[in-house]
């Protein structure tokens, strides 16, 4: 009986190893050594909502969101402080190269032109989502984003804006009608008159909208579209290339804190 408990033991200890293994700090990255000799691990800091919040009542924490939680788990475990610097949206992967900080926490949407010069570690996604008046016939009875790329139905979006090309392609049979931007998520003017069925949205913004705005229908559905993959993007924090032993860390202990940052991100759409 005794062996047993001792095997047992062994093979929780056996299989619990790689993944600590993973999370021990690489002592033999320059990055990690010119860190822990600095005492602090800087981080480029930009707000951008639910990731990176940033709090301007001059009472508690500076920074919050899935962000900001996983910067501070880098630094517990390098054993430094957290340092953020202000970066703008011009600046924010510049600064890696010119080793201003050491990793930007801003929120970086993945795209193949960054992945030329930074390296990611993805904690989140974003995507797109449809909505129209939930009494138009066209909307209430749709069960798939595809059964708009139809004759009949009109669908709504800013010209020039990130959606545009998507729309063109998802429904290249549908009358596309372009509008200019006015300030707003998704032009939903144009819903509300009946002028389009449906119009795109950030899924993000969408939970907000939907609770401002009544007599909406989202798709895909459930979850309030916040599973939607409609152009699908990944979103995460970045560093300079050329530093593998970091970024294999650092993407390990993302992976441990994954569910907990999801959670936090969840928690954070909710308050917008």
């Given amino acids: 009986m005794m062996n047993r408990a001792v095997a047992l033991i062994a093979l929780s200890w056996i299989a619990a190893t790689p993944v600590q293994a993973q999370e021990t700090v690489p002592t033999n990255s320059p990055r990690v050594q010119a860190i822990q000799k600095a005492g602090a691990l800087r981080v480029g800091v930009l707000a951008n909502p639910p990731w990176l919040v940033e709090n301007t009542t001059g009472g508690g924490e500076q920074w919050s969101g899935p962000g900001w939680t996983l910067a501070k788990e880098y630094a517990r475990l390098l054993g430094v402080k957290l340092q953020p610097v202000p970066v703008s949206h011009e600046t924010k992967v510049p600064v890696l190269a010119a080793n201003q900080v050491d990793m930007t926490i801003s929120p970086l949407s993945v795209t193949p032109q960054r992945l030329q010069v930074i390296d990611f570690i993805t904690y989140a996604s974003t995507s797109l989502c449809v909505f129209g008046r939930a009494d138009n016939p066209k909307v209430a009875n749709a069960k798939s984003i595809d059964e708009f790329n139809q004759e009949g139905v009109v669908v709504a979006y800013y010209t020039g804006g990130g959606e545009e090309h998507w729309v063109k392609t998802r429904f290249p049979k549908a009358t596309l009608r372009g509008v200019s931007t006015a300030g707003t998520a998704a032009p939903v003017e144009e819903i509300m008159a009946k002028r389009a069925d449906i119009t795109p949205i950030n899924r993000i913004p969408w939970v907000a909208l939907n609770k ?45 804190m994954q569910k907990d940052l999801t959670a936090e991100e969840t928690a954070m759409i909710e308050k917008m």
């Fill in 212 to 256: 401002k705005v009544k007599g909406l229908k989202a798709l895909p559905e459930g979850n309030n579209c916040q599973d939607s993959k409609e152009m699908g993007t990944d979103i995460g924090s970045a560093i300079d290339k050329n530093q593998p032993e970091f970024l294999a860390w650092l993407k390990a202990v993302e992976a441990r």
